[in-house]
């Protein structure tokens, strides 16, 4: 069963970046649609930008311009570059993946465990 891992979560104070990673335990999923929801207990998990095996992304407005996501195919790993972190965006962060699925629909058959951003002064 493949594996999502993700990485690079932390502690950060407002304005600051952060870069998530999402490592595959499989080369396959270089081939599939990668993407980054983010989470606050209490309210429903958020998409915040997918992009396919070629790097073409789209975004949702919940962070904009703010985040950028991005991919090496030869790491079988996904990228979230996260900039002006505003307090609101701590979250639990979730990479997730789909062989079939990328545009029209967030709903993705493999997900990670997640990994916390903290933006906190």
């Known amino acids: 069963q493949v594996q999502l891992v993700e990485s690079g979560g932390g502690q950060v104070q407002p304005g600051g970046s952060l870069t998530l990673s999402c490592t595959a335990s499989?080369?396959?999923?270089?081939?599939?649609?990668m993407a980054w929801f983010r989470q606050v207990p209490g309210k429903e998990r958020e998409a915040v930008a997918r992009?396919?095996?070629?790097?073409?992304?789209t975004y949702t407005q919940e962070m904009g311009d703010r985040a950028t996501i991005s991919r090496d195919k030869g790491k079988n790993t996904a990228y979230l570059q996260l900039n002006g972190l505003k307090l609101e965006d701590s979250a639990m962060y979730y990479c997730?993946?789909?062989?079939?699925?990328?545009?029209?629909?967030?709903?993705?058959?493999?997900w990670g465990h997640g990994i916390q951003v903290t933006v906190s002064s």
């Open positions: 997730a993946a789909d062989p079939v699925l990328c545009f029209g629909t967030w709903e993705y058959s493999m």
């Open positions: 992009a396919n095996s070629d790097g073409v992304a």
């Open positions: 499989s080369h396959t999923v270089s081939l599939y649609c």
